[in-house]
């Protein structure tokens, strides 16, 4: 079994898994720097190393300049 780290759905193939990641909610980047929000796949070449994919913009690095969208809280009083 394989599973999506960021809504643990479950899959069966490898490859199944990766199509969910291109459309899972959850796995969802947020950016700081510039605002845009994307998918994770988006923003990383090996997994390891993610980075805004917005040509003009320079954020990087989950809990440094990027954020998972859930993890992103809006204050309003």
């Known amino acids: 079994m394989h599973t999506c ?5 479950s899959f069966q193939t490898e490859l199944a898994l990766e199509l969910h990641r291109d459309t899972c909610q959850k ?13 994770e796949a988006a923003a990383t070449q090996d997994g390891w190393h993610y980075e805004c994919p917005s040509e ?7 809990q440094q300049d990027l954020y998972h969208v859930d993890d992103v809280r809006t204050a309003t009083h």
């Open 5 to 9: 780290r960021d809504c643990n759905q």
């Open 27 to 39: 796995g969802q980047l947020f950016c700081q720097v510039c605002g845009d929000r994307f998918r």
């Open 56 to 62: 003009e913009c320079d954020g990087e690095g989950i």
